[in-house]
Structure formats: C-alpha cells, structure tokens
C-alpha cells in the first residue's frame, strides 16, 4: 500500500482519460466521456496536494465548468463538445492528474477512491469549495 500504483495502472488510467478527452474535444463525445471526465477531475481534487501545481482549486472549479458548460448545451440538442477555452481548462487538468497517478501511493489513490464513491452516492453537486477559504 506505500508503494506507488504499478506502470501498467498509471497508463491504463491515463490512456482511458486521455481517450475520453479526445473524444469529447472531436465532438464525438456522450454522457459517458463527461462522467469519466467529472470523475477525474473530482479524484484529481481528492488526490491534489496543497504545496504543489495542484493546490490552485481553480484548476478544478475551471474544469468543472468546462465539462458541466458540455453538457448543458448537449442537453439542449448541440454536440457534446469542449469550447476552445473549455478544452484547455480539461487538458490542464489531465496533466495535472497524469502527474499525480504518476507519484501518488496506492493507499492515497484508494483513500481518494472511496472518498469519490462516497461523494457520487452523496446529494452534494460538487465536492469542491466554492471559496478557497472553505477548504
């Protein structure tokens, strides 16, 4: 449990996040493309570490709204596609993610795992603070 998640995982994950993107910026993408999305970035947010890229809880509320801006228009009959400014706010943060998958512990990876499951049977909309303060 202390060592890192072995090379294999690390590129499965990252490639089935990668995909999911490349899908959805060719507008080609559906609802599953922005679950597995959302679902990286709220583990990204479980998994980020405060002294770090990943500390700047902007990167993730961006993120957030890249994703939930897609699918308020697909609902309304356009593609499921990432704006331009959209589409940046999501590869920053799968490179952030690849980052932390690359150096994370497996029992951090777990715990962030769970913490995830919990939050998706939860009421909540987001886990992630409105205000920095309030983390």
Request: charged residues 25%.
């Amino acid at each position: 449990m202390l060592l890192p998640l072995s090379t294999d995982k690390v590129r499965a994950l990252s490639l089935e996040n990668h995909l999911a993107f490349a899908t959805v910026r060719a507008g080609r993408g559906d609802s599953e493309q922005i679950i597995n999305l959302l679902r990286v970035v709220y583990l990204a947010f479980y998994l980020r570490d405060e002294t770090a890229s990943g500390a700047n809880l902007d990167l993730y509320r961006q993120a957030e709204a890249a994703l939930d801006g897609c699918a308020e228009r697909a609902e309304q009959g356009e593609k499921w596609l990432l704006l331009d400014h959209e589409q940046a706010a999501v590869e920053g943060l799968l490179v952030v993610h690849d980052e932390q998958l690359a150096a994370v512990r497996k029992h951090r990876y777990l715990a962030a795992w769970d913490r995830l499951q919990r939050f998706g049977s939860g009421t909540a909309r987001s886990p992630i603070p409105v205000v920095e303060d309030a983390v």
